[in-house]
């Protein structure tokens, strides 16, 4: 698998497949974001074969998304 990001939503692919999953991160009401600089955004991700996690730091407090993976 390999994971991007583009400024709104985290993409996983499936390179056996070329399937690919995505996670939108700023539907929680996110609007202070220095798209120079992601990393005072994106905390932490881990991505497992079935599910997708990232924790988020914006706008003075944490936003945390733990969704399965859907492949399309």
Same mark, same amino acid.
């Given at each position: @698998?390999?994971?991007?990001?583009?400024?709104?939503?985290? /993409? #996983?692919e499936d @390179?056996k497949?070329?399937?690919?999953?995505?996670?939108?991160?700023?539907d929680?009401?996110?609007t202070?974001?220095? /798209?120079?600089? #992601?990393?005072?955004?994106?905390?932490? #991700?881990?991505?497992?074969?079935?599910?997708?996690?990232?924790?988020?730091?914006?706008?003075?407090?944490?936003?945390?998304?733990n969704?399965?993976?859907?492949?399309?």
């Open positions: @698998m390999a994971a991007y990001y583009d400024n709104t939503f985290i /993409y #996983v @390179m497949t070329g399937e690919v999953a995505k996670q939108l991160l700023t929680k009401g996110v202070d974001i220095d /798209y120079d600089n #992601v990393h005072s955004l994106i905390d932490s #991700v881990n991505i497992t074969k079935s599910n997708i996690y990232a924790k988020l730091k914006a706008d003075k407090k944490e936003i945390e998304h969704n399965p993976l859907t492949f399309k």
